[in-house]
């Protein structure tokens, strides 16, 4: 079945650097447009970061432009997030999923950014 296993969270200071991984299994990922979707505390989910299934094009929210990079690797069947400058506005259960949540949500990962 569809598996996505996020990874890479923890606790970070302000201004430091975080890297995720999401290993996807049960689907053919190369043919999935693929996108990072942060939940804040008492917020929705959204997706900040997006990738086409070549990751010869991404797109990213204005919150997040310049200090994360989205990039994948078909051949591992892996989707990574590289997150820089980071601020407590950044903290939340980070998830991955084909673009629009098409897919069966993992467990997500945890990034808290704090002092």
């Known amino acids: 079945q569809v598996q996505l296993v996020e990874s890479g969270g923890d606790l970070v200071q302000p201004g430091g650097s975080l890297g995720l991984s999401c290993a996807a299994s049960?689907?053919?990922?190369?043919?999935?447009?693929m996108s990072w979707d942060p939940q804040a505390p008492g917020k929705e989910r959204e997706s900040v970061a997006t990738i086409t299934k070549t990751g010869g094009s991404t797109t990213y929210a204005d919150s997040v432009k310049g200090r994360f990079t989205i990039s994948r690797d078909n051949a591992k069947n892996t989707l990574y997030l590289q997150m820089n400058s980071l601020n407590p506005e950044d903290t939340a259960v980070y998830y991955c999923?084909?673009?629009?949540?098409?897919?069966?949500w993992g467990q997500g990962t945890q990034v808290t950014v704090s002092s």
């Open positions: 999923n084909a673009q629009g949540g098409g897919l069966d």
């Open positions: 049960g689907f053919t990922f190369s043919l999935w447009t």
